[in-house]
């Protein structure tokens, strides 16, 4: 308990100390009272110290908390018993009077049981702001706490890792190797040569041998006796006369003395009991030249090939557990190659993308958790190279994969694999029609379609409204991309669906079914703008009942009305808007016209209206003046919009221009699409009726007249 209240006027908290052992551990305990008589019984928090441990503990609410003593030091908000009404920042010295130890004897017990085994992080000890040598003591703890967390966090990864490289079998290099020759690169080989008159020497890389041969008859009788070989072509096929191995001829100059190819490979094995492990292998193959130097400068030598391979990746599947990618780096430092259970960072972290996939895979597979997958059906339907990492990921996240891999539906994983999740409306469902969210009759004719994703989302639309279309409408449908259009439930409110297909196809000038990529894009691009008009006329308020407004003779005439209606109804709403919001504009015109009103035989210049006029004049010359910064500006004063045109056509917007209300000066002037119209020439016009406003009338000193007949500028009267 407080023995007594402190005696200090300022002091609104008082805390007192004592030593405790308990379970034979020394604890040190701080509990700091309000400092009054009321309170001297229970502790507003009470704070417990071990030598590698703390807690404080609220009597009130009798919650048991982490939270250091000074949470938010930086503001000077408050201590960690701080009422929460206390939230203006307090300086160490009103702290530290408002909050104290008790006694001298509580100063010596918090400084000796507190002392930090590093002082280096400790807070030198102060009387006053006691509470920071308390925090230095938390702030140790924390972090040997979390250093030893991490410790034996890495503890468990490297133990994991090993034993998971102790589990993995032997990588079959040979096997790779030579899958990767017979099926990836070919078994093809290079042909090196260069020509001199009717023959050509030539390095051949599998044989590795040079020799020179005929590729032109000769007119003599010993040439009949000449190794021959066909003309060599670059990026030709041949035969290469020593080996008889087919290559593809390179000239000798074009060798580059290194070509080279590369692919991936994964191979799958069975992992401790049912895992499965996928095995991520980079293959390369190159083709070298070996010249030396002769007579006639660089001659050929020798020819090989080179194939090689590495492990850059090893993918873990196990039931029930997270999958487990472990990575092949390099230590630059020392050499050395190891396994990291960690990708790198920022642009050189290690990608896994698709490749071949050996067949002893799936051999593999069929001992393991996986092997109702369906993952070589699935590679199977694919065309080209595929990454199963992805394909087995989804498949542990969305089992029902499986299912619509043997139903045919390709297309739809596809999308799946690709984390595209928003074709399914049910992941939780069991059965396919539920799962894509489309009726159970429609799942043959997706089966039929082979999931074809754009036939899926008419099928989902067909659903979602209610209706029951026929498989041909669906299929017209997904040919125009209705599903990518979004509803077209404005059109079927006013017309059935055959008949919105036969307007479609009429309007389109292309039939339904023809393949042709052409006729296919002007459908879908015919149908957006149809459904595009029918809604803006739904909008606006048109009898749609009228066949008139619903089926217009010309749609992109009648499209493009109802764009340009659409976009005055909004204008409309704009000005309206801004009009209330920049009332000062219209107020004060007739005095900034008195202002800043000019006109000369050819052109005028004046102020803007109302708020109306600045956003009618940005839009019809495409420029921002309309935005709120330029109304709020000139609605305030600080600078005002001219408007500049022609003499004999007052009302047609031609420049715009913005100038300072004190200072005169012309802040930025455009015409249309933020051009500059005849830049010289009204440059120097605005030049001149700066001038003319910074002089004023009276220092002109001369009539309008005289003054026109000089070329100067001068009010209009």
Known sequence: TLPAVHRGKTVKYAAVTAIRKISGEQHLFIEVYRNRKDSRDIPVVRIAFTKKDFGNYFPESGVWTRGKITEN?????????????????????????????????????VRRFLKTQKEWKQAVWNDGTWWEYVAGKQKEIIEEENSARKIREL???????????????????????????????????????????????????????????????????ESQFERTVEEPVENHYGICPMCR?????????????????ESHIFLGQQYKDTGFVLRYVQVEKEWLLEESCGEKGLEMAGAYEKLSGIEIARVYFEPGKKVQKDYHKHNNYTGEDFWDDCNLYGSNNINIGPGKIMPETFEAMEQTFLRYSAMKGYCRAETGEVNPVDYLERYMRTPQ????????????????????????????????????????????????????????????????????????????????????????????TYMNIQRFLNRVAKYAACEYGTGCSTAVSRLQDTAGRYIDYLEMRHVLGYD????????????????????????????????????????????????????????????????????????????????????????????????????????????????????????????????????????????KWLDAYVTRLKCGLEAAGQDRAQEAGQGILMPAI
Not at 247 to 261: K, L, S, Y
Not at 418 to 426: A, E, F, L, P
Not at 442 to 461: A, E, F, P, S, Y
């Open 155 to 221: 503890e468990r990864r490297i133990a994991a890792l090993k034993e998971r490289q102790e589990n993995t079998g032997e990588l079959p290099e040979q096997e790779i190797l030579g899958y990767a020759d017979t099926i990836i690169f070919r078994n093809r080989n290079i042909i090196f040569y260069r020509k001199h008159g009717a023959r050509a020497t030539l390095a051949c890389s599998k044989c590795g041998g040079v020799t020179d041969a005929r590729w032109r008859k000769g007119q003599s009788y």
């Open 401 to 492: 994969i499986e299912m619509l891999v043997k139903m045919g539906l390709t297309e739809v994983v596809s999308k799946l694999v690709k984390c595209h999740y928003g074709i399914v409306q049910n992941e939780d469902a069991k059965t396919p029609d539920t799962f894509l969210g489309i009726r159970k009759e429609r799942v043959k004719q997706l089966i039929r379609g082979k999931g074809n994703t754009d036939i899926l989302k008419v099928m989902q639309m067909e659903k979602r409204m209610g209706q029951r279309w026929t498989d041909i409408q669906v299929e017209h449908l997904a040919e125009i991309g209705a599903g990518n259009h979004g509803s077209i439930s404005t059109a079927l």
């Open 73 to 109: 030091t930086w503001s000077r908000c408050g201590l960690l018993w701080r009422d929460k009404e206390e939230s203006v920042p307090k300086s160490d010295k009103t702290l530290a009077e408002e909050n104290v130890l008790y006694s001298a004897a509580d100063k010596k017990r």
């Open 245 to 261: 191995e087919t290559g593809i001829f390179v000239p000798q100059g074009r060798a580059g003395r290194m070509r080279r190819q």
């Open 544 to 683: 749609m009942t009228n066949t008139v407004y619903l089926f217009p003779r010309d749609l992109d005439v009648a499209h493009g009305k109802m764009v340009e209606e659409s976009n005055r109804k909004e204008a409309d709403a704009r000005i309206r808007e801004a009009s209330d919001r920049y009332p000062l504009i219209r107020k004060h015109y007739r005095q900034y016209r008195r202002q800043f009103y000019f006109e000369d035989g050819e052109f005028l210049i004046r102020p803007a209206r109302d708020a109306g006029e600045i956003i009618m004049e940005g839009k019809i010359l495409h420029h921002c003046v309309g935005g709120d910064k330029y109304l709020s500006s000139h609605n305030n004063g600080n600078s005002i919009i001219l408007f500049l045109r022609f003499m004999d056509e007052p009302e047609v917007a031609y420049i715009t221009v913005e100038i300072g209300t004190e200072s005169k000066n012309i802040i930025q002037w455009y015409g249309a699409h933020d051009g500059k119209p005849d830049k010289e020439r009204m440059q």
